[in-house]
């Protein structure tokens, strides 16, 4: 099953290694990895998302909470969260297709951000299911290259 974790840690040198390092030294796979600093400089988010039973994800977490650098660890899977992430897709942009990469950029709310005669490059974001359908719409098409962050997620706040 797979699992977003989010590591809060210090912003240091060498942190981000080691939480990769804890990962690899063990076997897990990880699935996508985004790291961004907080409203406070000193304190970095690491988003990761990794797939495993219970019984890896309990490791994981245990393993994690012993890094030093380390300040909290949340399986955000367990919890009511918000999560997204972004893609660009470069598509090849035949004239008979131009028209209907359009229509679904709008239907997807993506933006174009670049176009040449050739080629038109879209800007979508949101949920892995929204990047999924977006990519499998324009295969048809011929899509020339993709580029996608990792995930980030966010608990929702309880009502």
């Known amino acids: 099953m797979e699992h977003i974790i989010s590591v809060l840690v210090e912003n240091k040198s060498g942190v981000l290694a080691r939480v990769a390092g804890l990962f690899s030294a063990r076997g ?3 699935e996508s990895l985004s790291v961004a600093p907080t409203p406070d400089s000193s304190i970095s988010m690491i988003t990761v998302v990794t ?3 219970e019984d890896i994800i309990e490791q994981i977490m245990k ?3 012993k890094v030093i650098e380390v300040l909290k660890v949340v399986d955000l899977t367990e919890e009511d969260h918000i999560d997204r ?3 660009l897709i470069k598509i090849l942009a035949k004239q008979a297709h131009r028209d209907e990469a359009m229509r679904i950029a ?3 709310r993506a933006n174009i951000v670049d176009s040449t ?3 038109y490059t879209l800007e979508v974001s949101g949920d ?3 990047i999924q359908a977006v990519i499998n719409l324009l295969k048809p098409m011929g899509i020339k290259e993709i580029v996608r962050t990792g995930r980030i997620a966010i608990a929702r706040e309880s009502l």
Do not use: H
Request: hydrophobic residues 30%.
């Open 85 to 87: 992430e972004t893609a």
């Open 106 to 108: 709008q239907i997807f």
């Open 128 to 130: 892995a299911g929204k």
């Open 63 to 65: 393993q994690l909470n």
């Open 28 to 30: 897990y796979n990880i």
């Open 51 to 53: 797939s495993g039973d």
């Open 117 to 119: 005669p050739q080629t």
